[in-house]
């Protein structure tokens, strides 16, 4: 099992690797070797979160652990979907790192197996967790688009056309492709949420109680309803939509991580250590 | 023995008003061939005229003659005293021929270098000297060596890369900004050789409605039709800004045609769509407080000068490497003009042959077992001779001097009917 995620962060690594390469060489076959890295890493990973699944008997999102190892699976499957569909090369030096610093993140934490919890046992559940990570994957992207919005806009701006400029691809691509992301981010999120519901009532009897993650994800959906209300109605596109990715994932790193930690509530179950 | 020439001037070493004067048009290029053909101390010529050069391209027995004959033709043909050019003239001979035409054909020579339109130049002076036919063995060869490797160099170096001109400048930045230009509405403000340029790279890259505004109605309605666009009137500026993406201007104006507070109004209702100004008057145009509105870019003719200073040195130092290439051709092209001298091709024939006959022997011999080691003998000398014999007139041929006109030609022919060089 070790073994198999050792193997993963390895692929993980060569691919971030290759895109850097990418990045200062322009050389095409760098960014393709990334991105194949990229799929057999993801390949095994997938081997390794079936076989988890099997071996134990129900999803594997039992400890902190396994929580983040789906967090690095479902980064990286969302990626290699938007880069087949929109040929944005470049986003894979953003991707590609951050699925390995989870995934080694994930690696430091101890995979001892929880005592086994029924309520772990559903469809529901499955449903809700996978849907709600896709989503938040597709918001790390766009957070990451957002970013490389910003170097590509100030370039031009400023007219100081440095390093980044000849690199990144026009504000047009990176607007549509960031736009694309929050969409399916936000369809994936409210599924997931709804998942979540009901579960929540076959389980506890109640849609929602209150459970500062409960809230703090309801925050984050309320965000990106917002951000895309004004893109149909007013067209925010461009600078302001990019900044506001950047936030909504900050938020979502909060509620992924901060609310964990600092405050209290029944996720927190599933990400002890 | 024959060697290649090449004798000319271009930009470096003559001004624009010589040039001028000893440019040739297509017509007279052949004129010239004809003459040098009839030259006894020209074997093969090409004539290479572009406004930047002249250079004739020669493969001579004897270099100061070939070179009379051409500066006594170019003063001729050109009413022009000698030494009104001769100044001006450079000559290189073997290698450094050979290098001179790889380096001009990669457009390394060029006044602005990694300029396309050359290497097409160069494939038309070749079709009229092989039309005249004035090239023969070694500027054939030589031609081909040089297409393939101004082939190389423009696609292994960035040579070719980045905008090099102020219009074009423009519109590779609004590529950034747009992607693609499909559907984009352009709006042209004023006239001018450089914005109209932008106007018709744009419409190359398939770009959308062109709208033309001018002071004077008329004169934008006739430039109008040149774009197959539409001419508005100066006052509805404004409102079409609302629909339009890309605005060109280029006027006289002393003031600001369009200003930072017209746009501020416009771009809500423009859904924020980007806007993307060019302005390539002085003095400018464009309120500059422009650009640091949302989704507006603004380009004035400095930045533009800018981005066009910073490519040509991105160019210059992909030059280098294209350079690096150039060597390496050159070393290999010396490597097949040597393999044309006579004795080397004499001995590998022969070399063949004695290969063949000796492989042959000895299947034959495995079959005969009865005969004795004298018959061997016999066979060994009875091929020898035979081989010798064959070879004889073939090498009294290559050997001989003045027999025919181009040795080259026959040395090639061997080499390749033998298949010598592989």
Same mark, same amino acid.
């Given at each position: 099992?070790?073994?198999?995620?050792?193997?993963?962060?390895?692929?993980?690594?060569?691919?971030?690797?290759?895109?850097?390469?990418?990045?200062?060489?322009?050389?095409?076959?760098?960014?393709?070797?990334?991105?194949?890295?990229?799929?057999?890493?993801?390949?095994?990973?997938?081997?390794?979160?079936?076989?988890?699944?099997?071996?134990?008997?129900?999803?594997?999102?039992?400890?902190?652990?396994?929580?983040?190892?789906?967090?690095?699976?479902?980064?990286? /499957?969302?990626?290699?979907?938007?880069?087949?569909?929109?040929?944005?090369?470049?986003?894979?030096?953003?991707?590609?790192?951050?699925?390995?610093?989870?995934?080694?993140?994930?690696?430091?934490?101890?995979?001892?197996?929880?005592?086994?919890?029924?309520?772990?046992?559903?469809?529901?559940?499955?449903?809700?967790? #996978?849907?709600?990570?896709?989503?938040?994957?597709?918001?790390?992207?766009?957070?990451?688009?957002?970013?490389?919005?910003?170097?590509?806009?100030?370039?031009?701006?400023?007219?100081?056309?440095?390093?980044?400029?000849?690199?990144?691809?026009?504000?047009?691509?990176?607007?549509?492709?960031?736009?694309?992301?929050?969409?399916?981010?936000?369809?994936?999120?409210?599924?997931?949420?709804?998942? /979540?519901? #009901?579960?929540?009532?076959?389980?506890?009897?109640?849609?929602?109680?209150?459970?500062?993650?409960?809230?703090?994800?309801?925050?984050?959906?309320?965000?990106?309803?917002?951000?895309?209300?004004?893109?149909?109605? #007013?067209?925010?596109?461009?600078?302001?939509?990019?900044?506001?990715?950047?936030?909504?994932?900050?938020?979502?790193?909060?509620?992924?991580?901060?609310?964990?930690?600092?405050?209290?509530?029944?996720?927190?179950?599933?990400?002890?250590? | 023995?024959?060697?290649?020439?090449?004798?000319?001037?271009?930009?470096?070493?003559?001004?624009?008003?010589?040039?001028?004067?000893?440019?040739?048009?297509?017509?007279?290029?052949?004129?010239?061939?004809?003459?040098?053909?009839?030259?006894?101390?020209?074997?093969?010529?090409?004539?290479?005229?572009?406004?930047?050069?002249?250079?004739?391209?020669?493969?001579?027995?004897?270099?100061?003659? *070939? *070179?009379?004959?051409?500066?006594?033709?170019?003063?001729?043909?050109?009413?022009?005293?000698?030494?009104?050019?001769?100044?001006?003239?450079?000559?290189?001979?073997?290698?450094?021929?050979?290098?001179?035409?790889?380096?001009?054909?990669?457009?390394?020579?060029?006044?602005?270098?990694?300029?396309?339109?050359?290497?097409?130049?160069?494939?038309?002076?070749?079709?009229? *000297?092989?039309?005249?036919?004035?090239?023969?063995?070694?500027?054939?060869?030589?031609l081909h060596r040089t297409f393939f490797v101004a082939k190389r160099v423009r696609s292994e170096t960035g040579i070719g890369d980045h905008a090099v001109s102020i219009s074009y400048a423009a519109v590779e930045l609004g590529r950034k900004i747009f992607g693609t230009f499909e559907g984009k509405k352009v709006l042209l403000i004023g006239a001018g050789e450089m914005a109209e340029l932008a106007v018709e790279h744009l419409i190359r890259n398939r770009a959308g409605d062109i709208l033309v505004a001018n002071r004077t109605f008329k004169n934008g309605v006739a430039l109008a039709?040149?774009?197959?666009?539409?001419?508005?009137?100066?006052?509805?500026?404004?409102?079409?800004?609302?629909?339009?993406?890309?605005?060109?201007?280029?006027?006289?104006?002393?003031?600001?045609?369009?200003?930072?507070?017209?746009?501020?109004?416009?771009?809500?209702?423009?859904?924020?769509?980007?806007?993307?100004?060019?302005?390539?008057?002085?003095?400018?145009?464009?309120?500059?407080?422009?650009?640091?509105?949302?989704?507006?870019?603004?380009?004035?003719?400095?930045?533009?000068?800018?981005?066009?200073?910073?490519?040509?040195?991105?160019?210059?130092?992909?030059?280098?490497?294209?350079?690096?290439?150039?060597?390496?051709?050159?070393?290999?092209?010396?490597?097949?003009?040597?393999?044309?001298?006579?004795?080397?091709?004499?001995?590998?024939?022969?070399?063949?042959?004695?290969?063949?006959?000796?492989?042959?022997?000895?299947?034959?011999?495995?079959?005969?077992?009865?005969?004795?080691?004298?018959?061997?003998?016999?066979?060994?000398?009875?091929?020898?001779?035979?081989?010798?014999?064959?070879?004889?007139?073939?090498?009294?041929?290559?050997?001989?001097?003045?027999?025919?006109?181009?040795?080259?030609?026959?040395?090639?022919?061997?080499?390749?009917?033998?298949?010598?060089?592989?």
């Open positions: 099992m070790e073994i198999f995620i050792f193997i993963v962060i390895i692929f993980y690594l060569l691919s971030t690797i290759g895109y850097f390469a990418y990045l200062f060489l322009q050389k095409d076959v760098f960014q393709q070797t990334g991105f194949y890295l990229l799929v057999a890493g993801f390949c095994c990973h997938t081997a390794a979160i079936g076989f988890r699944f099997i071996q134990s008997g129900h999803f594997p999102v039992n400890n902190l652990h396994e929580v983040l190892s789906i967090v690095g699976w479902t980064i990286a /499957g969302v990626f290699l979907v938007f880069q087949y569909r929109f040929q944005l090369k470049v986003l894979g030096v953003y991707a590609a790192p951050l699925v390995s610093i989870v995934m080694v993140i994930a690696a430091k934490f101890p995979n001892a197996p929880h005592q086994m919890n029924n309520i772990l046992n559903n469809l529901w559940l499955v449903v809700h967790v #996978v849907a709600v990570f896709i989503g938040e994957a597709s918001f790390a992207l766009a957070c990451g688009v957002g970013l490389l919005y910003l170097l590509q806009e100030h370039a031009i701006k400023s007219k100081k056309h440095g390093f980044f400029f000849r690199r990144l691809p026009s504000l047009e691509l990176l607007d549509t492709t960031g736009y694309a992301c929050i969409l399916t981010g936000f369809a994936m999120l409210t599924f997931g949420l709804i998942a /979540g519901f #009901v579960y929540a009532k076959a389980v506890w009897g109640r849609f929602w109680s209150w459970d500062p993650k409960e809230i703090w994800s309801g925050i984050t959906w309320l965000l990106y309803a917002a951000l895309l209300h004004q893109r149909l109605t #007013v067209g925010w596109r461009g600078r302001r939509a990019a900044i506001m990715a950047i936030i909504g994932f900050a938020i979502i790193l909060f509620t992924f991580l901060g609310v964990n930690f600092l405050l209290q509530g029944h996720h927190g179950e599933f990400t002890k250590l | 023995m024959l060697d290649i020439v090449l004798m000319g001037l271009n930009h470096k070493t003559a001004p624009v008003t010589l040039r001028e004067c000893l440019a040739f048009s297509e017509d007279e290029t052949s004129v010239a061939l004809k003459v040098f053909q009839e030259s006894p101390a020209i074997t093969e010529a090409m004539l290479i005229s572009t406004c930047n050069r002249v250079e004739v391209l020669m493969a001579t027995r004897d270099t100061s003659n *070939a *070179a009379d004959t051409v500066k006594v033709f170019f003063s001729e043909f050109k009413n022009l005293p000698v030494s009104e050019f001769e100044k001006s003239l450079y000559i290189h001979e073997g290698d450094n021929a050979v290098r001179h035409v790889f380096r001009v054909a990669s457009s390394l020579d060029s006044m602005v270098v990694g300029e396309p339109q050359i290497l097409g130049q160069i494939k038309t002076a070749y079709q009229i *000297a092989i039309s005249k036919k004035t090239s023969g063995v070694l500027l054939n060869k030589l039709r040149r774009f197959k666009g539409q001419a508005i009137r100066f006052e509805e500026i404004t409102g079409f800004l609302e629909h339009v993406d890309i605005i060109i201007s280029s006027t006289g104006s002393p003031d600001y045609v369009v200003t930072r507070d017209q746009v501020k109004g416009i771009i809500r209702r423009r859904r924020n769509r980007p806007l993307f100004f060019i302005d390539i008057a002085v003095p400018r145009d464009i309120d500059p407080g422009i650009n640091r509105l949302t989704n507006s870019y603004v380009y004035d003719i400095d930045d533009l000068k800018g981005i066009v200073d910073e490519n040509m040195e991105d160019r210059n130092r992909e030059a280098i490497k294209g350079e690096r290439i150039v060597d390496e051709a050159v070393i290999s092209f010396r490597h097949w003009f040597e393999s044309l001298d006579v004795i080397p091709t004499i001995v590998e024939l022969r070399n063949k042959m004695e290969d063949i006959a000796k492989g042959e022997i000895k299947k034959t011999l495995q079959t005969l077992k009865h005969l004795s080691n004298d018959d061997h003998e016999a066979i060994g000398r009875m091929t020898n001779a035979m081989i010798k014999k064959i070879l004889h007139d073939p090498t009294l041929l290559l050997k001989s001097n003045g027999h025919h006109q181009n040795k080259s030609v026959y040395l090639d022919a061997t080499r390749k009917l033998f298949k010598l060089d592989e």
